[in-house]
């Protein structure tokens, strides 16, 4: 069995990421993948919840700015294939991840705690 992409999130205790900020990273990106999906219904899904407040409240809560996921998602689910829908979604996902395992590990005291996890990364 292949090892969870999420496993950072769910087991570092020292993370400076919180168990519900962690949660709420999970969420964001599963979307980004759903996105990628080739199932009408999900996809629907997804731009649905684009347009909803849960939208905005969740990427607050995962401390991600949702005019740039939202932003990132719509180009996944504009991508012209589903090979490049993909490509889009895992660049996204890559990014995330990035910022999630330098970020993993105790809070260095002189680091600015607040986590805006898209701001500064080249756009998907």
């Known amino acids: 069995m292949e090892e969870s992409i999420y496993r950072p999130l769910e087991d570092d ?4 990421f919180q168990p519900e900020q962690r ?10 993948v759903d996105a990628a999906s080739t199932h009408k219904k999900i996809k629907r899904d997804v731009v649905t919840w684009l347009g909803s407040d849960d939208f905005d409240v969740v990427c607050g809560m995962a401390g991600m700015s949702p005019v740039q996921v939202r932003h990132d998602v719509n180009a996944i689910l504009a991508a012209n294939t589903p090979q490049e829908a993909f490509r889009k979604a895992m660049a996204f996902r890559f990014l995330v991840r990035r910022y999630i395992d330098d970020n993993l590990g105790e809070v260095d005291k ?3 705690t607040e986590t805006d996890i898209l701001k500064g990364l080249p756009e998907v």
């Open 23 to 32: 949660l709420w990273i999970s969420v964001v990106m599963q979307a980004a």
């Open 110 to 112: 002189g680091k600015d």
């Open 13 to 16: 205790p020292d993370s400076v």
